[in-house]
């Protein structure tokens, strides 16, 4: 590769999650990128069913680094259906950039197969990153193994974020010497404990609800979907002794109807001890963080790949509670080290796990936290690139 490498990153639409990593590349390494995003969810105001409302991103997902939209011609654009990424003028615009290699996020959509095409056809190195895993779920059936194995032959390398996604594409017969770790990482400097502004709004919201300062908080902060076991989590944790702890749910979606009606019939009286909050936009999520003592991600579903959430919530110095099917568990929650793990199946087990949590000293998981998670930053998720990038040199 050239020294100064020119890069095609070819992804749906920007995210609160990778948008601040390539402007962290663009600024701080050789590599110059230019994304092409095949979608504009995010940057104008749309509706997410799943959360129920209609919102955009308030943080700077555009400025820093090189993009364009590369118009989708869609009926239906997303990630639901094959043809929600359709966008035919990407080979053409991929050619007038000239990139030296492509970045592909993702390959079940027609847009991303075609990229994958346009690269080799051109004789351009793809650059795979994904975040799948067999967890819960075991190997794929023959037919879809042999189908991916023969796609993933295609890429010349991949940029794996954890343990459980290098196994999913070991499993698939990816070689070692293709595969970079490239860690899932967030915005540290947004999730920062230490900014006193975060700290004000943090005790402002603990002072609104009226939670006491020495009363334990779990939050709860994502989609209410079945899948993420929300009702489970509430059943839990109404079950357990509940002096000085808390519940704190932030989000929406087609769950809270069952929520609120579970916290009524098991807990009448009220007390002060569950609390609902609407969709809470990026710039908001740390203060919320910051007022909690604990982050639960319980999922059971499948599609759990990683859990973004966590890795924010660990850069606030939350130990977590999280299900044997989050994706980041084996890389970034040990259990009795940096939070605790249950088996997601098992609502006996989330009500041992969580009664740990809520009667552990969190001190020293804090320390654990904080030296778990600083391996998971974006100067470790860019090595891994620049690594994948310099080993496809002649």
């Known amino acids: 590769m050239p020294a100064q490498t020119r890069l095609a990153v070819v992804v749906s639409h920007p995210t609160q999650y990778y948008s601040p990593w390539f402007r962290w590349v663009r600024a701080r390494s050789q590599v110059d990128l230019r994304v092409f995003y095949l979608w504009d969810f995010g940057v104008r105001p749309a509706r997410d069913p799943r959360f129920n409302t209609t919102f955009q991103w308030d943080v700077d997902l555009l400025s820093g680094y090189e993009s364009e939209f590369v118009p989708n011609l869609a009926a239906s654009p997303g990630a639901e259906g094959f043809f929600g990424f359709r966008n035919p003028l990407l080979p053409s615009r991929l050619s007038a950039w000239r990139p030296d290699a492509v970045l592909l996020f993702g390959y079940k959509w027609a847009s991303h197969l075609r990229a994958a095409l346009w690269a080799r056809l051109h004789g351009v190195p793809i650059l795979f990153r994904g975040d799948s895993h067999l967890l819960g779920r075991g190997a794929p059936r023959p037919a879809a193994a042999l189908a991916l194995r023969l796609l993933f032959s295609q890429f010349a390398r991949f940029l794996y974020v954890g343990a459980a996604n290098r196994e999913y594409f070991e499993a698939l017969g990816v070689p070692a010497r293709k595969l970079f770790f490239a860690p899932h990482a967030v915005d540290q400097g947004l999730f920062d404990p230490g900014r006193r502004e975060t700290v004000d709004a943090a ?78 936009n990026q710039s908001e999520m740390p203060a919320l963080y910051l007022a909690a003592d604990i982050f639960t991600l319980p999922s059971r579903g499948l599609y759990e790949t990683w859990g973004l959430a966590v890795n924010e919530a660990m850069h606030m110095g939350l130990p977590c509670l999280v299900s044997d099917r989050v994706g980041c568990q084996r890389d970034l929650v040990t259990d009795g080290e940096t939070g605790w793990v249950f088996r997601s199946t098992d609502p006996g087990h989330l009500r041992e796990r969580m009664a740990a949590a809520l009667t552990a000293d969190l001190a020293p998981f804090r320390q654990r936290v904080a030296a778990r998670i600083g391996g998971y930053t974006y100067r470790q998720t860019t090595e891994g690139l620049i690594a994948a990038l310099g080993s496809l040199a002649p």
């Open 203 to 280: 005790a402002a919201l603990r002072a609104r609800l009226g939670i006491a300062p020495g009363t334990r908080v779990l939050l709860y902060a994502g989609k209410f979907v079945a899948a993420k076991q929300p009702v489970e989590l509430l059943r839990a944790f109404l079950s357990l002794p509940r002096a000085d702890a808390a519940l704190v749910y932030v989000g929406d979606g087609e769950e809270r109807a069952a929520l609120q009606e579970c916290a009524r019939a098991q807990d009448p009286a009220g007390g002060n001890t569950i609390h609902f909050l609407p969709f809470a």
